[in-house]
């Protein structure tokens, strides 16, 4: 069952959620593009139906509502660490399957990997409630069906938005007092076919051949290409690496803080250790890292691809260089390589 | 919830100067680490550092850190009585248990000797642990060296052989590399021996091979690994070598899978 809903109701119940939440969905900010007089699509707070982007392809993920591109970890005050407070409200985050996805393959990183579980994920992480967006057509780099990606379930309230006709299943029944209209049949639907489709290599076969795969040929050519200027890794949802940073505060050197800030496997500093010596210094190593690491090894690790075929890596690059091409001949050089 | 990132306070009890760049500090802690386990160590508003722990007794821990950036310069600039702040220790260690009774070699290049000391100082202690101990150590100069008071009462009980790549007029020692030291020593029952190699990554590299020719066996021979680290366990991303994490996994690998991590 269903809720029809018309835009004033739906403003309606965005007005009552936000009693106790804030709520993000994609957002159009004018003149914020890379290029003059063009928009960026982004995530953002809103309050009205009229503030979500619904067109477009928001060029970030919502991964920075759970973990921020810099976020403060503690506060010093001379020798004293002291933990930042968080607002109290919940998080509704408005977001297509492929990056409600996302926050599952950051959880595995940040809630599952060694022994403890990231606190400052968690406390974010434990208030989000997923409104997912219905996406049946998507966009022309979209590839979620070939990740698995294209479906999520585990909603708490999913939304078809047509035209000014909106239709919602409330599933988590602790916000239905919040959605007042007409009930109505609705059967939730995913993408069942992109525009493109990409053939995932069999982990077991690269397993296999490792070094085959890692001295590669193909990767050669990104040394030449790639300008490591980190843009993929900025815009994956997935993407999850980060470095700590130390500062004192220039009006009161005794006070500062500890933050930490994504981090980028394409950028240089990324494996610097202290001395001088670093690992990975031709871009085409570190391409082969970090496709690696979307399509094969995490998956060893977790038993799902990290990658979710959302494609902004292929919007973004400014070299034009296509994830979507390399994780072809990543493929077929395996299955070319096995059949040898 | 507990937070993971928030460090301990621990008081420097005394700085021993090793060389100009090198000083070895103890803290007062009562973590009783692996041998081969590392800490976070930071200064509030100066930034944090992985330092493995080069000894420890239950009253305290050492760490002899280099002079080679913002977090460890500043370091170098604290005295007696000021305090560091850590959390760990974090990683894995060396398996000591397994080494019993058999004949041990550590190999160890430059500050490649911090991580294993605490080893070294155990067989000191109990030199019945083990049949036999062989210490190789190699630095760049006689003014690099680490440790030399510790080395030299290790010369009491051990086989120590100690070198530098490049002697001075006054340096009358051993000059080459490691490996050039691998080929003529003396190894009893190869089989039954248990080579342990820290150092630079070329280094470890070719006294690893250097090892395996002379019949010790892939799953006989240990190293560590350093490796930038903003965590230590295992989500920061840094350490990452394809699907290995230093931090978890390591620092510590048998060489069966450390010969498996491609750069
Ligand atoms: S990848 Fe594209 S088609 Fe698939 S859910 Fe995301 S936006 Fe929709
Ligand atoms: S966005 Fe393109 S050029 Fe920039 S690091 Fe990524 S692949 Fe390289």
């Not at chain 1, 292929?314 to 040898?340: H, L, N, Q």
Request: aromatic share 12%; net charge neutral.
């Amino acid at each position: 069952m269903g809720i029809e809903l018309d835009v004033k109701s739906f403003d309606d119940a965005l007005k009552i959620l936000s009693k106790n939440y804030k709520i993000f969905a994609p957002v159009r900010l004018k003149g914020k593009g890379a290029f003059s007089d063009t928009d960026l699509v982004t995530y953002g707070e809103i309050s009205s139906y009229k503030d979500i982007e619904l067109n477009e392809k928001s060029r970030y993920s919502p991964k920075e509502v759970i973990y921020p591109i810099t976020q403060t970890l503690f506060y010093f005050t001379e020798d004293e660490y002291k933990e930042p407070e968080i607002d109290d409200k919940g998080i509704i985050v408005f977001l297509r399957p492929c990056d409600a996805n996302s926050y599952l393959k950051l959880d595995n990183i940040f809630l599952k990997n060694g022994p403890y579980e990231d606190n400052y994920y968690k406390r974010l992480r434990d208030k989000v409630k997923f409104f997912i967006i219905e996406c049946t057509k998507g966009f022309s780099t979209c590839f979620c069906v070939s990740t698995g990606s294209n479906k999520f379930l585990d909603y708490d309230v999913f939304v078809r938005f047509d035209n000014d006709k909106i239709t919602c299943d409330v599933k988590n029944d602790e916000f239905s007092y919040a959605f007042s209209g007409k009930e109505v049949e609705f059967i939730p639907e995913f993408i069942e076919k992109n525009e493109i489709e990409v053939k995932l290599p069999d982990i077991d076969k690269i397993s296999q051949n490792l070094e085959y795969v890692f001295n590669h040929e193909l990767w050669d050519e990104y040394t030449k290409r790639c300008i490591a200027c980190g843009r993929c890794t900025v815009s994956c949802p997935t993407c999850s690496c980060f470095s700590m940073q130390d500062i004192f505060y220039k009006d009161n050197p005794k006070c500062g803080e500890r933050r930490r800030v994504w981090a980028s496997c394409m950028v240089d500093g990324f494996t610097d250790v202290a001395g001088g010596h670093s690992y990975r210094q031709k871009y085409g190593e570190r391409m082969r890292f970090k496709v690696m690491h979307k399509i094969y090894d995490y998956k060893k690790r977790f038993g799902t691809t990290m990658c979710v075929g959302c494609g902004r890596c292929d919007d973004v690059c400014p070299e034009y260089i296509s994830f979507i091409k390399i994780v072809s001949k990543v493929t077929d050089a395996v299955d070319r390589g096995e059949s040898k | 919830m507990t937070n993971v990132y928030m460090p301990i306070k621990a008081e420097i009890v005394s700085i021993i100067p090793q060389t100009d760049i090198d000083y070895t500090f103890r803290l007062k802690s009562d973590i009783l680490p692996q041998h081969g386990q590392f800490l976070q160590v930071s200064i509030p508003k100066i930034g944090e550092a992985p330092i493995s722990i080069s000894d420890y007794t239950d009253e305290y821990i050492e760490l002899t850190i280099r002079k080679v950036g913002t977090v460890t310069d500043a370091i170098h600039e604290l005295k007696p009585g000021d305090f560091l702040f850590i959390r760990g220790p974090y990683g894995h260690g060396f398996p000591v248990e397994d080494f019993k009774n058999k004949n041990v070699v550590i190999a160890a290049g430059g500050t490649g000797l911090a991580p294993v000391k605490s080893i070294i100082n155990r067989y000191n202690r109990n030199p019945k642990e083990i049949k036999k101990l062989n210490i190789l150590v190699g630095f760049k100069s006689p003014k690099d060296i680490l440790f030399e008071d510790e080395i030299k009462k290790w010369k009491e009980k051990f086989d120590v052989l100690l070198t530098v790549d490049n002697g001075d007029e006054t340096w009358k020692g051993n000059t080459g590399l490691i490996t050039k030291f691998i080929p003529d020593l003396k190894i009893e029952n190869s089989d039954d021996t248990i080579v342990i190699v820290v150092g630079p990554p070329m280094m470890m590299k070719f006294a690893c091979l250097e090892f395996l020719k002379r019949g010790i066996l892939e799953e006989n021979i240990w190293v560590s690994f350093e490796r930038k680290m903003s965590c230590g366990i295992g989500k920061c991303g840094h350490c990452k070598i394809n699907e290995t994490y230093v931090c978890l996994e390591g620092p510590v690998f048998n060489y069966t899978k450390s010969k498996q991590l491609l750069d």
